[in-house]
């Protein structure tokens, strides 16, 4: 390690970087694992579905610019706001933040990467599947027409008869499945990479922000993946999940859509929240006033955010019990939000302000912001709530928060981190034109829509009559529109001077708080030549200017680190994502391709689980907290499982005696049978902990019997498990028989899925370990798959009880 | 107890033998008990606790969260509370266990 006078780390290269990708071609980006490229992937990707959510957008502003207008017809009209609102949400903002969690989340903490890097590619491929396949909808010349929420039962093929539906739901199951996988990758990077020093308390609140972000999307996913199985299930397969001639009850799905969809809110807001902390302190060149209240006030609006689910539902008529109970949460939830808009406003007073473009963008979100969560607040009360739903009034309320907060926050991360990922600094002349042009166009094409409500303009309507009074702001409100499209494009053009031939970037230009400004822009491919010291909240501004600056106080010198490991490009989640991509098309075409893209799917995931089984620098993985990574992961893993099994069960339970027609559980259901696969399953967990007790010890001998033992015990309970659905098929009852067919059936052929999934990989275990390649060091590896079968098995411990012993 | 201490703690055969043995017994129990005519004023509350014992022994002992760090508890037994919690407010709310009048 070399220092300067001051004793501050210079930046001179490592003297090897093993693995480490620097190539710039197609097939570079194509394999890249590399934490900052993925978060450009994202961001690029982002951007363009962007623009098509926002073209879809200013279709839908002029086919409402005048009465009775003809620009599209009322079928394309339900197609356009379906495809903006579920593109925006899923395609657009999610990926924006899912950038700057990239890009920026391990150069906060001072990391060389994310836990999982090549799960990070994996994340994007998916991700990008997902994107396709539902804008191949349009192509298609099916797209779907059922708003975002997709309500049952206007989902059913009863109404919704063509493709449309069907493209929706696959893709959001798959665009489900890469938010989760980059959820846990992240809790994981954050809670056990952080450099030395970097307490949590001390952590930078945009971090702190993602944190609580990827426990909502680990936690709020599941439910919305069961709810879109059923409504899979139901239009594949006819089951009756959402069918009210069986028994059911439609506000099943919009409960599980509400418990996703409004911790899905804080997911699209938080991290804007979290942009916003981190400009505001460095442009006010203040600390972040009370910084732990506005950390503690993000944990809140987490928490409360999955108890606050039905106030979007006041208008079903849940009862007033319900309504209270749901209605003063919702209140709730508006105090850490309030802190956080003082907190921001506090470290402005007496601050010196620089008043650059992320500046602007920082400040518009915390006056805008505040315009819709004043609104949202209306909506805490049910009476007020009962006039205001389904009107515009809901509209502007919705966009003042996603746009008024979550964009402007996004535009206010991009100016500012914009140098330190392209190594160009943005023009702050159009900077600013691109915020006032953005401020005024967003609050003349959406504040008129407050009053379009109050006077009663329902949303999504196509066309309105010329006589309702409508007019003036409709039309002032397409106007507005087209001024958000013209502050696009004047970032467009900002962006792209830049990169041809903007102005140099420091490492450090807006003489910056957090560990990012300590290295190049754009870093290395390492990021740091040397782990950052960290002595504190705002680490680099105190070792810059503080009592003690030139030197990180109170911890040591960085130490330079003479090696580097970098991970090794990989195209396997380029594959896996292309063999999901193949299955989902399979689903809305022909069997052979399902067949085809699962195979693909299953063999890649193997390739890539086993592409560096024998790299030793990928045997060791313990974190910062002295946890492996993969343990961790498969913990935070297990408690979304446990929302995916939960939403199942409930679901059972609330369906339970519904029936109209029989046979009920107790005529049907062989318990004796049932206790015998019960017990097998539970033995299977004694001979995993001895398989892996083996593995501890070094035994191969034992450990290829009890691995065996615990893989022929699961696929014993798979043949308890056959028996049982083919006898009750034989005696007539099947997935589409009554609503207990439906809800039995899934939920226990789902728990049998995650069985075979275990079985599967025992096996691979095993296998591995009779060709001698499970040593002592993989024993985590077994350890990982042994607590996936455990909770199967507990999962089993549950369902026996509520499903099969419980009167 | 520090997270070190645990850390360095490994149950024996043994003892992964007898909480088999418990999880057997209190299987049999389960079933046996929805036999007796007299338990049925209690039979639900008795089978969850059965159930929710069954589940701590195999959480605690063969996943080694009595052993392994208090992080990893927390990032399983939140979630769990709060799915919980989900799971009873979402069948209070939808069909036949309808609490809350409409």
Not at chain 1, 201 to 213: D, I
Not at chain 1, 299 to 311: K, M, N, P, Q, T
Not at chain 2, 30 to 40: C, K, M
Request: glycine share 10%; aromatic share 14%; charged share 10%.
């Amino acid at each position: 390690m070399s220092a300067d006078s001051s004793g501050r780390v210079l930046h001179a290269p490592p003297s090897a970087l093993a693995g480490a990708e620097t190539s710039a071609t197609v097939l570079g980006w194509l394999t890249t694992v590399d934490h900052k490229r993925i978060g450009i992937l994202y961001g690029v990707t982002g951007f363009a579905f962007f623009l098509l959510g926002g073209l879809e957008a200013l279709l839908i502003r002029l086919q409402l610019a005048v009465p009775n207008n003809t620009v599209v017809s009322a079928q394309a009209y339900n197609a356009l706001f379906t495809m903006h609102g579920t593109t925006m949400i899923f395609l657009a903002i999610m990926p924006f933040n899912a950038m700057f969690f990239n890009y920026m989340v391990p150069l906060l903490i001072g990391a060389r990467d994310v836990a999982f890097p090549r799960l990070n590619a994996l994340s994007f491929w998916i991700f990008l599947a997902g994107g396709l396949l539902l804008n191949a909808s349009l192509l298609a010349g099916t797209p779907p027409d059922i708003g975002w929420f997709g309500y049952a039962n206007l989902t059913s093929k009863h109404y919704a008869p063509g493709l449309g539906v069907d493209f929706w739901i696959l893709s959001l199951q798959i665009l489900g499945v890469s938010s989760v996988i980059a959820a846990i990758n992240f809790i994981v990077t954050i809670l056990n990479m952080r450099a030395p020093g970097m307490t949590m308390m001390r952590m930078p609140v945009f971090v702190w922000m993602t944190l609580v972000v990827q426990f909502l999307i680990a936690l709020a996913f599941p439910p919305i993946t069961v709810g879109l199985i059923y409504l899979m299930f139901d239009r594949f397969f006819g089951t009756h999940f959402y069918d009210v001639a069986a028994g059911a009850d439609l506000h099943l799905w919009q409960h599980l859509f509400w418990i996703f969809g409004h911790p899905e809110v804080y997911i699209l807001i938080l991290p804007a929240f979290g942009i916003v902390s981190e400009v505001l302190p460095t442009f006010a060149r203040k600390p972040l006033f009370g910084a732990p209240i506005v950390i503690y006030s993000g944990v809140l609006i987490g928490f409360f955010g999955f108890g606050v689910w039905s106030h979007h539902m006041f208008a079903t008529g849940m009862g007033p019990v319900a309504d209270s109970a749901f209605s003063i949460a919702t209140m709730l939830i508006a105090i850490p939000t309030g802190v956080k808009i003082f907190n921001w406003v506090a470290t402005l007073w007496g601050g010196s302000i620089r008043p650059t473009s992320a500046f602007h963008f920082a400040v518009g979100l915390v006056g805008l912001f505040t315009i819709g969560g004043l609104s949202g607040v209306m909506h805490a009360s049910p009476p007020v709530d009962l006039q205001q739903t389904d009107s515009y009034f809901v509209v502007a309320h919705l966009h003042y928060v996603l746009i008024g907060g979550s964009l402007f926050g996004l535009f206010a991360g991009i100016y500012y981190w914009w140098p330190k990922m392209t190594g160009r600094l943005l023009g702050e002349g159009l900077g600013r034109l691109n915020f006032w042009m953005l401020f005024a166009g967003f609050n003349l094409a959406f504040f008129p829509q407050h009053y379009l409500g109050a006077i009663g303009m329902p949303r999504r309507i196509y066309t309105y009559p010329p006589d309702l009074g409508w007019n003036a702001a409709n039309f002032a409100s397409t106007i507005g529109a087209f001024g958000i499209g013209v502050a696009v494009l004047i970032f467009m053009v900002n962006a792209w001077r830049s990169l041809r031939r903007g102005a140099p970037a420091p490492a450090d230009p807006w003489d910056g708080r957090t560990l990012e400004w300590r290295t190049s822009s754009p870093p290395p491919a390492h990021d740091f030549d040397a782990i950052p010291p960290v002595s504190g909240r705002d680490s680099f501004w105190r070792e810059k200017h503080g009592p003690r600056r030139g030197a990180a106080a109170g911890v040591g010198p960085a130490e330079h680190d003479a090696t580097v490991h970098l991970p090794a490009a990989s195209h396997w989640p380029l594959m896996v994502g292309l063999g999901m991509l193949i299955a989902a098309v399979g689903a809305l075409t022909h069997v052979s391709l399902v067949v085809l893209g699962i195979l693909w799917t299953i063999c890649a995931i193997f390739r890539l689980a086993l592409e560096h089984h024998r790299t030793p620098e990928h045997a060791d993985q313990t974190g910062g907290l002295g946890l492996d990574h993969r343990k961790m992961a498969m913990w935070v893993f297990l408690g979304s499982e446990c929302f995916f099994f939960g939403t199942l069960v409930a679901t059972y339970l609330a369906y339970k005696g519904r029936s109209v027609v029989g046979p009920e559980p107790h005529q049907i259901l062989n318990i004796p049978i049932t206790t015998l696969s019960t017990f097998d399953l539970l033995m299977s967990s004694l001979l995993m902990v001895l398989a892996l007790a083996a593995v501890q010890r070094g035994d191969h001998r034992q450990a290829r019997l009890w691995l065996f033992g615990t893989a022929l015990f699961g696929l014993v309970f798979l043949g308890f498990q056959a028996y049982e659905f083919t006898e009750f098929v034989h005696r007539g009852f099947t997935l589409q028989q009554n609503l207990f067919g439906s809800t039995f059936f899934v939920l226990t052929g789902l728990h049998g899925t995650h069985v075979a999934i275990g079985v599967l990989w025992l096996l691979s275990l095993w296998v591995l370990a009779l060709r001698g390649r499970l040593g002592v060091a993989d024993a985590v590896k077994v350890e990982i798959a042994g607590l996936y079968w455990h909770f199967v098995d507990v999962v089993w411990i549950a369902i026996f009880t509520l499903v099969y012993l419980i009167p | 107890m520090s997270d070190e201490h645990r850390d360095g703690e490994h149950p024996t055969v043994g003892t992964y033998v007898r909480v088999a043995l418990v999880l057997s017994v209190v299987t049999a129990l389960e079933v046996g008990v929805i036999y007796v005519r007299q338990l049925a004023p209690i039979i639900v509350p008795l089978l969850l606790a059965m159930s929710a014992a069954k589940f701590a022994l195999v959480a605690l002992f063969f996943m080694h969260l009595r052993y392994d760090s208090r992080v990893l508890t927390l990032l399983f037994a939140g979630p769990l509370v709060l799915a919980s919690g989900l799971a009873v407010a979402l069948t209070t709310l939808t069909g036949a266990f309808l609490v809350f009048g409409r």
